[in-house]
Structure formats: structure tokens, C-alpha cells
């Protein structure tokens, strides 16, 4: 499906194989050197054919795109990139935070990811059980846990603040981690228009990861990344958002506020139950609120789950509203 936005601005329904997202919004803006877009979709046979049918429906093709923007590393937006820059001789262009993350993605013995996982979830507190699957991939050897072995690594560099590399248009790139640590949104000026990436959606809360350096023990605060990142998007004001998936919308500012209210809702349940007891990041991801009950989560969902759980203690901790209990592991935090 295409969407005729106006403005020289489409949208391309790339489908998402097996995922209840659905599909990811590529959009295309025209330039005066040609398409550029703003994301390319999940790496699969049939996201790819949606992407050229897409194009040909918006008077272009692949092999005319000038340059490719990707708002951040995941594989249903960055996925497809390589297979566009062959076919086209396009650039493409990313915050260097996540050049860093497929680079090290790509260079990495494979082994390495899951002695990472492992010992990260292991510290949070998963069961053995939890555990089984992530230890006999190690053992037959199977060591990649994310989609895409070698994802494209980009040309060039996303600089915040700046205008990038679409002729005739005024587009700034805004840096907003948080989802990501180098996710960006772009702002088109004319028309106050916002591609928002995975940053602000219309009815989703986006996922809030760690994607550290496992040779790097230095803790960061994604959450607080993310909440400044919003803060900022809201003082933008943008007339219209065009995110990566649902449908765009207007109104930013009010969906910002939903969004702060409900990651103050979520810390303060969090400060609630350390309050009560001690507990692991896996204890409190089982005591979260979720979109499915914790028995109905898949595999890999829990793990995104734990994940999230310790974004938002860290940001707990980094308030003084909580701390790590001493000598404990796996780890347990208490109301500081």
C-alpha cells in the first residue's frame, strides 16, 4: 500500500514477516538529485518486491534513489539497505551511535553475542529454564540472536543539527536516543512535517534497549535519553508526524505527555515493589504491565522485557530512587 502525503512525500507499506507490527512505513521524499527515503524495510523476498512495486507506484524505482536516511539500526528499517545502495549506487547514512552497533554486529565473533546475553540475563535473574535455549545454541555453534549476520554498513554519517543531503529540500536531522542510542528523526522544514522513526508513534510505546558494547562495562541511561529526546520532539511542535509504523498523525506534543506520564506510571510501580521487596530485573519484568500476560510471552519478548525493566531501574537508580543491593547475584535492587 502507498500513501500519497503531498509535498513531494509518500509512504510504502514494507511487510514484516511474522511480526505483529505488521509493516514499516518507508517514506519517500523527492529531491532535486532524486528519491531519497527514509528507511528500507525488513531483508526478506517478499519486503523487498513491496518496496519495488512501492516505488513504481510513486513514479520511481529503486535504481533511481539518491540516498538512503535510516533513523536507527533495527533490522526492519535498515534491513533492506544494502540490497538498495546495489541496486542504485545510493549512499547511505546513519547516526555513527549505530554505525558503531552494526559494526560491531558485523565484526564480533558470533560466540561473543550469546556469552553476552547469557551472562546479562543470568545477572538479571532468568531461570535456568530461560536460559537452556541461548546455552545449546552456543553449544552447536549457532551464535547470532538477531536477525540480518551482516547488515549493510553505512557511508556516511547523520550529524545532528544539520541539514542533510536532499537537494532542494530542508531537511534536519534531530538527534533522539533512547530506542536506540543513535536513533534520529527528520525534520522537513517546509510544512513542519516529522519522520519519526521508531522515536514518537501514534499508538505504540516504543521499546526502551541496551545495546552496550559487551567488552565496554560502562552503564548508560537510555530511559533518560528517551524522556529528554521527547521533551525535545514536543518543543519542535511539528504539524504533522510521519512515523515508521501505524499511520501519521498530528498533535505531538499531547501524544509526548502521554508518553512521559506513562514511563512516570511505570517507574513509580517500579519504586513501589523494590519498596516492598528486593527483587531481580527479571522479578520486576514478570510483575510489569505488558501487552500479553508474562506466560503468553514468547522467548526473545522476554528477553526485551528484562531489558526494559533494567532501562527503567537505571533510571531509577540515576534519580537516587533506588539502588543495587550489595554482594548480590544475581543482582536485586532496594528503595534507595
Known sequence: MVTDHGGGVWSVQVPIPDNP???????????????????????????????????????????????VLLTHHHPDHHGLSGRVREASGAWLAMHPADTAVVRRTREAPARLWLDYLIDKLAA????????????????????????????????????????????????????????????????????????SGDHLLPGITPHIGLYEDPEDGTASDPLGDYLDSLERIARLDPAEVLP??????????????????????????????????????????????????WDELPHRSRNIAVAEAEAHLRRLVKLGLAEPVAGSHPVRYAAA
Do not use: K
Not at 542533510?164 to 522544514?189: F, K, M
Not at 498530528?250 to 513509580?268: N, T
Not at 527479571?282 to 501487552?291: D, I
Open 244 to 293: 515508521a509504523h501505524q499511520h501519521a498523525f498530528a498533535g505531538a506534543p499531547d501524544r509526548v505527555r502521554e508518553l512521559l506520564a506513562h514511563h512516570a506510571e511505570r517507574l513509580a510501580d517500579l519504586r513501589a515493589l523494590i519498596a516492598v521487596r528486593p527483587s531481580t530485573p527479571w522479578q520486576l519484568a514478570e510483575s510489569m504491565r505488558w501487552n500479553r500476560a
Open 21 to 67: 507490527l505488521g509493516y514499516t512505513l518507508v517514506h519517500l521524499l523527492d529531491t532535486d538529485r532524486g528519491p531519497v527515503l527514509v528507511d528500507t524495510g525488513w531483508d526478506d523476498p517478499d519486503s523487498w518486491d513491496a518496496l519495488v512495486n512501492g516505488l513504481a507506484e510513486c513514479g520511481t524505482s529503486v535504481g533511481e534513489v539518491y540516498g
Open 124 to 195: 538479571a535473574g532468568a531461570p535456568d529454564e530461560h536460559l537452556v535455549p541461548l546455552r545449546t545454541a552456543r553449544a552447536a555453534g549457532r551464535g547470532r540472536v538477531l536477525p540480518g549476520e551482516r547488515p549493510a554498513l553505512p557511508d556516511r554519517e547523520i550529524v545532528p543539527g544539520e541539514l542533510v543531503d536532499a537537494p532542494g529540500r530542508r531537511l534536519r536531522a534531530i538527534w533522539t536516543p533512547g530506542h536506540t542510542p543513535g536513533h534520529v528523526c527528520l525534520h522537513l522544514e517546509e510544512g513542519r512535517r516529522l519522520f
